[in-house]
């Protein structure tokens, strides 16, 4: 089955284990991001995994960060990426994750669970770093990125089979913060 378009440089929403600070943030992300910004998807729910969440389709938000690849990497990250969430193409049966676009919400202070700064890598505002005239296609118009916006991005939600399994008995994780639900994490 094919993958959907990816010649689409979209950034991607993260909520999970590739947020600044988790481990695969480090093992993926790392030395290939332009930006990572706080953010929220609207309409959308977390629920607990087996060491990492899933998100689906619901009333409510989850927190997370809008990352954006560096030039030239997009479509080494998307890659990267798809293999990361078991993804093999729309649809297709042995998808743990889908790959959809999706606006996410660029809220004008951070989201709770998700504190900008040092200490998470996040930038404390906007801003890419990058001025305007080295932004490449991967890093087109970021200026949308300004607090009180919306982006489109890439989401990994879980497959329909997994979203069934987590509607009839996953353990919907309170307030959509992977960070804040996990033990020392959050306020």
């Known amino acids: 089955m094919p993958r959907p378009p990816s010649d689409v440089h979209l950034p991607f929403f993260v909520y999970g284990t590739l947020l600044p600070g988790e481990p695969n943030h480090d093992l993926f992300l790392r ?18 995994g087996p060491g990492y969440p899933y998100a689906i389709e619901g009333h409510g938000r989850v927190q997370g960060a809008l990352i954006t690849a560096a030039p030239g990497v997009h479509q080494e990250l998307l890659g990267l990426l798809d293999d ?30 998700l504190p900008a700064g040092p200490s998470t890598g996040l930038p404390a505002g906007p801003s890419t770093g990058l001025p305007v005239a080295e932004r490449s296609p991967d890093t087109a118009d970021l ?4 607090p009180g916006t919306t982006a489109r991005a890439w989401v990994y939600l879980a497959a329909a089979a997994v979203t ?19 033990p020392g994490g959050g306020p």
């Open 143 to 146: 200026r949308r990125d300004a």
């Open 31 to 48: 030395g290939r991001t332009a930006a990572e910004t706080p953010a929220v998807l609207p309409r959308a729910l977390l629920y607990d």
């Open 84 to 113: 990361l969430e078991e993804f093999l193409g729309p649809g297709h049966p042995r998808n743990l994750y889908e790959r959809v676009a999706r606006d996410v919400e660029l809220p004008a202070g951070p989201p709770a669970g």
């Open 164 to 182: 069934r399994s987590l509607r009839t008995g996953g353990v919907l994780i309170p307030g959509g913060s992977w960070l804040a639900a996990r």
